[in-house]
């Protein structure tokens, strides 16, 4: 099974038609979905705290955004959501299984239809899990071979007890591996 080559957001939405008129741009349209989308996903729940968000992440926001006039007021963020075609936003979604669903028949449909997803894998898919991990290997062999990562910790206290669990994904990947589900 081959993975697709994933994109940045800006290629993701670079489809998007600007509704603005050109004499009115202070920001760049990448500029503010980026922003939002980041914010949002951080928990951002208003245009003010969208704001809020690009003012506190500006310096990281500016190694890939250009922002040449700053990051937008919350009221440019909700001036340029509200003039957005909806259709033009609707991007479909990133289809999330436990392990339970880590079988051949499902993943196969996933990647027929050319949705994104993330898929638990644990030991007990020996086959699968050896190749996975060897690709994890040989990516930090390689430092990544122009590929990106992404770490994450996320540590949770629950029912007593304390967990801490570790993320790290790979995307771009230079040579892609082909996947087989047996």
């Not at 955004?65 to 963020?77: A, C, K, R």
């Amino acid at each position: 099974m081959k993975l697709r080559t994933k994109t940045t957001i800006s290629e993701f939405f670079s489809h998007i038609k600007d509704p603005r008129i050109d004499r009115t741009k202070r920001h760049q349209l990448i500029d503010i979905i980026t922003i939002t989308l980041c914010a949002v996903i951080s928990g951002a729940d208003s245009w003010v705290d969208i704001e809020l968000y690009g003012q506190t992440k500006r310096k990281w926001l500016k190694k890939f955004l250009e922002l040449p006039n700053g990051i937008p007021s919350h009221d440019t963020f909700a001036r340029v959501f509200a003039r957005l075609d909806p259709e033009q936003l609707q991007q479909g979604c990133i289809v999330t299984l436990d392990a339970i669903g880590c079988q051949k028949n499902i993943v196969s449909q996933i990647v027929s239809q050319e949705a994104d997803y993330v898929i638990t894998l644990k030991k007990n898919q020996v086959n699968l899990y050896d190749q996975v991990e060897a690709i994890f290997k040989q990516a930090l062999r390689k430092d990544f071979n122009g590929g990106f990562h992404i770490d994450c910790k996320v540590s949770e206290s629950s029912h007593g007890r304390q967990e801490t669990r570790y993320y790290r994904s790979l995307t771009n990947l230079v040579e892609r591996p082909s996947l087989s589900l047996r």
